[in-house]
């Protein structure tokens, strides 16, 4: 829209008035909420997390030092049969899957910056001739305008693009928190799964040496062929599970490597021989539910995410009829090359003629509601995987103390009268075999019956911050990494 010098310079005051006092506000606005990129690009509370939650270092590898640091550090740990906690330290500094996620922080802290800058300004040049006249111009037209509402609406964006940051930041801590957990059940199976291997070919020595004995008692007449088929077909079983522990092993091993990041020599790292022994009482814990619902990520992630649509939703209602607002000053000249050029301003604006926001508004209220809901879910699902996380720590503890308390000791007394009715040659050495047949079941469950424990208790505090993955606790099963 245009005006002739006398109005237009008088429209101009009047606009020029409005622009001063917007300008003025955008000022105070920029100054009090404008943001830049951090220091650490919204790293430190995760950082942080690590050190109070779980007492690890976490390194966000983002330079050749930075790689280099992460891999002396790793070899160090390597040096050594791993513990437990070695093994998470190794998996939150070289996991290449989590230094991904710290990435998301840097994505999402540049959506928070640009939120804060303003709309770069537009130039517009209009030059035509009249047909026929070679020599002079016939109309100049020049026009330069701001996106005054993008100005207007910067503070909300912000708001929530600083709460989509916020729950970035809460995500990639739940990952991190995420791959803590599962790098300390691929542990205990990986360790687990090697002590079995170790009792199979323990069995399948014994089975060995007795299919052997009795083949030859056959030869010379001492034995029949049905007791020497059962001590060949024992051997055979044991070969079988010889063969099926190894599998499991390799399983297990495979996925701790992927959780820690090894490759090449890497992968050769050393494991303990057994699980570290059932700690005498269980963790009393109180409150579990509040504690749950006062401090797991998941939660207030849920939360962030329904305070950011209701801000959304607030925006979506300011700007159902009027999305774009531009204002700018133009000059333009019409008719011969020397003419004077005619001072004026202009204003764009979208005319809600057709559409008047209403599927805009309806379409964030609808969002806003689905958010609120699926908070409530996540707190009623809180409270629950606690209760079960609890119970299933409970009574894993209470299996794998009955284990080692009455069925070891009583298989070990059992086997140790055996021996001595064996030296003083009331049973022979098949009667003593058979009898060591009879432990292999009560032995390898109590091996499980305690590495279920520790997956039980990593379930416990991964459900006291975050979801935990309680379906990974299938019993000689690797975790995938989908799962």
Not at 368 to 381: D, R
Request: charged share 25%.
């Amino acid at each position: 829209m245009k005006k002739n010098a006398p109005v237009g310079l008088a429209l101009l005051g009047v606009i020029a008035t409005l622009v001063s006092t917007l300008i003025s506000t955008i000022i105070v606005t920029l100054l009090v909420g404008c943001t830049s990129f951090s220091p650490d690009g919204g790293f430190d509370p995760v950082s942080k997390l690590a050190r109070e939650r779980i007492g690890k270092e976490l390194i966000w590898s983002k330079s050749e030092t930075d790689q280099n640091t992460i891999a002396a550090r790793v070899s160090e740990l390597l040096r050594k049969p791993l513990s437990v906690d070695d093994s998470v330290q190794i998996a939150l500094l070289n996991n290449r899957g989590l230094q991904a996620d710290f990435a998301e922080l840097a994505i999402s802290e540049s959506d928070l910056v640009q939120a804060g800058r303003i709309t770069n300004p537009s130039f517009r040049l209009m030059r035509a001739k009249q047909n026929g006249n070679l020599g002079s111009d016939y109309k100049i037209e020049q026009a330069i305008s701001l996106n005054i509402f993008s100005l207007v609406t910067m503070p909300q964006r912000m708001s929530i693009e600083r709460r989509q940051f916020e729950q970035t930041q809460a995500r990639v801590s739940l990952a991190m928190l995420r791959l803590a957990a599962e790098t300390r059940k691929a542990y205990f199976n990986a360790v687990a799964a090697e002590e079995s291997l170790r009792y199979a070919n323990q069995i399948r020595s014994a089975a060995e040496a007795g299919a052997e004995l009795a083949r030859r008692m056959q030869q010379v007449g001492n034995f029949n062929k049905l007791q020497q088929a059962r001590e060949q077909a024992f051997y055979a079983e044991a070969m079988l599970g010889v063969l099926r522990a190894e599998q499991s092993s390799l399983a297990h091993r495979e996925h701790l490597t992927r959780l820690l990041g090894l490759s090449g020599d890497q992968i050769k790292f050393e494991l303990p021989e057994r699980l570290p022994d059932l700690p005498e009482a269980v963790i009393a814990l109180n409150k579990l539910e509040q504690m749950a619902l006062n401090e797991r990520i998941d939660v207030k992630m849920a939360r962030l995410q329904t305070e950011a649509l209701s801000k959304n939703l607030g925006l979506s209602k300011a700007t159902r009829f009027i999305n774009v607002l531009e204002m700018g000053l133009t000059r333009s000249r019409e008719g011969a090359s020397d003419a004077a050029f005619q001072n004026g301003y202009e204003v764009s604006l979208e005319l809600p003629l057709f559409d008047w926001g209403s599927a805009k508004v309806a379409k964030a209220e609808a969002r806003y509601m689905q958010s609120l809901n699926i908070t409530a879910q996540t707190a009623i699902n809180a409270r629950s995987e606690v209760n079960e996380a609890y119970q299933a720590y409970r009574s894993s503890f209470e299996i794998a103390r009955h284990y080692r308390d009455e069925i070891v000791p009583l298989k070990k007394r059992i086997s140790e009268e055996n021996l001595l009715r064996y030296n003083g040659m009331f049973i022979g050495v098949f009667e003593l075999l058979a009898d060591a047949r009879t432990q292999i079941v009560s032995v390898n469950s109590a091996i499980e019956a305690l590495r279920d424990f520790w997956i039980a208790q990593a379930d416990l505090e991964m459900a006291m911050i975050g979801k935990p993955n309680l379906a990974s606790t299938k019993r000689g099963m690797p975790v995938t990494d989908s799962d």
